[in-house]
């Protein structure tokens, strides 16, 4: 009995020997196989072999005009380079001929380097009331300001524009300019432009009341890493952004009041239906719905498609809307077939109470085929929050309520100015030297 057990376990244990091997032998060719789907997927590309005709030629089609810079409209500097010795035979003695001469433009920058102004202001003493008086403000002089307007304005422009961080532009100002600073003082720079530039602000704020349009979206924003919601409020005439702990429609209320008498272009958001207002809904955000509710069910699959065709010919009648043949017997029995798509009920649950939110506020589907001067998306707006994404990509949000404020109060005067062709340093720097000058009048009329 013993030895048969003994001869038993000496199989078994060939036998997994064997098996052993077998799948040892496996591993190594699917570690093989790995190998070259990974270099396939990862590795070079291989060049492709055209078969039976010359590969394209690379770079511009023949015939193609090339493109060269245009020439300055004005010459700052003219160098003449005369010969002084024949590069030939060593003579000096040179003649000079009526060939034309050689001409080259070269345009390069010369870099600011710092300049120190001193303002002295003698005291003169009035005949009539016998006090001393002295002169006021110089060109360019900001009061108990050690750092010119100049400066401040390229370094908030830097920040806000470009995206650059506080310590970078320290050490550009110190390096290219010669403008050595405390790298705490460029925040001192941005909290001085808000301060200045705050009434330009609140005029924007109050201005919203009156416009006929608005195009509003949200992004997410951290202040000292809590999230908080950064609204932007735009148009053609003005960009304004405000930063608030909510998403909720408070804040809407708050900027609009209850009760907003022109048009709301928007997301589907709910925020939006706590404010009274003619509103038009996102078109392209409601493709992207479809996308998400569309089931495999032929049912869903059928009420989707069928929606998302009826959204794009809203989109085609309001593009063509001066140009369309019976656009009001169009536009009536477009949405007559949008009604009649959203009323009927479907057996999916979730599905289901999507179409009920459309049917509640189906009239916000097609609401731009009525006002020709509204749009059927809100891509200005997010064109708008764009510049601020990318800030927030750099710098992570703020850390304070004055940097808060500070981004919104700069983010909205730069936005404003440079939709109406203002270049945002100059708009700074008559901030800086004439804060009472610079208003919201000012920027949105044209340069």
């Not at 085929?369 to 601020?388: G, I, Q, T």
Request: some cysteine; proline content about 5%; hydrophobic content about 35%.
């Amino acid at each position: 009995m013993r030895k048969k057990t003994r001869d038993t376990l000496e199989r078994e244990n060939r036998k997994l020997k064997r098996e052993n091997k077998l799948l040892q032998e496996r591993v190594k060719e699917l570690t093989i196989q790995i190998g070259i789907l990974r270099k396939d997927l990862y590795g070079k590309k291989k060049k492709k072999v055209h078969l039976g005709r010359e590969p394209r030629k690379k770079g511009a089609p023949y015939g193609h005009r090339g493109v060269t810079r245009p020439k300055p409209k004005h010459i700052d500097e003219v160098i003449e380079i005369k010969p002084n010795i024949c590069p030939y035979c060593g003579n000096e003695e040179l003649i000079l001929t009526q060939i034309d001469p050689e001409e080259h433009i070269q345009e390069d920058i010369v870099l600011p380097k710092r300049k120190v102004t001193k303002y002295v202001k003698p005291v003169f003493k009035c005949n009539k009331c016998n006090k001393l008086v002295r002169g006021g403000l110089g060109p360019g002089e900001i009061p108990n300001a050690y750092i010119g307007p100049q400066a401040k304005a390229l370094a908030n422009y830097l920040r806000y524009t470009v995206g650059i961080p506080h310590h970078k532009i320290q050490k550009m100002f110190k390096e290219m300019f010669d403008l050595p600073f405390d790298q705490t003082s460029v925040p001192g720079f941005e909290n001085q432009l808000r301060s200045r530039a705050q009434p330009i602000y609140d005029e924007m704020k109050a201005a919203l009341l009156l416009m006929k349009l608005l195009y509003i979206d949200e992004t997410g924003w951290k202040k000292d890493g809590i999230l908080h919601w950064l609204w932007c409020y735009s148009n053609r005439i003005l960009v304004f952004y405000h930063i608030d702990r909510s998403r909720g429609g408070k804040v809407i209320a708050s900027i609009l009041g209850d009760k907003f008498n022109g048009m709301i272009i928007s997301d589907f958001l709910r925020s939006y239906d706590s404010i009274e207002s003619l509103k038009q809904k996102c078109i392209p955000h409601l493709h992207r719905m479809i996308n998400r509710y569309d089931r495999n069910t032929p049912e869903i699959h059928a009420f989707c498609q069928g929606l998302k065709e009826l959204m794009k010919e809203v989109t085609y009648l309001f593009k063509e809307r001066n140009s369309v043949k019976d656009y009001l017997i169009l536009r009536a029995d477009l949405i007559a077939r949008i009604k009649n798509i959203l009323s009927g009920t479907l057996a999916h649950e979730k599905t289901e109470h999507w179409r009920e939110r459309l049917l509640a506020h189906q009239d916000e589907l097609y609401e731009c085929l009525f006002h020709p001067k509204s749009d059927f998306n809100n891509n200005f707006v997010e064109r708008m929050l764009r510049p601020s994404v990318i800030m927030r990509k750099l710098t992570f949000g703020n850390r304070s309520e004055k940097g808060i404020k500070n981004h919104c109060v700069i983010m909205s005067v730069l936005q404003t100015a440079r939709l109406h062709n203002h270049h945002p340093a100059d708009v700074f720097y008559r901030i800086f030297t004439k804060p009472n000058d610079v208003r919201l009048a000012s920027l949105i009329k044209p340069p």
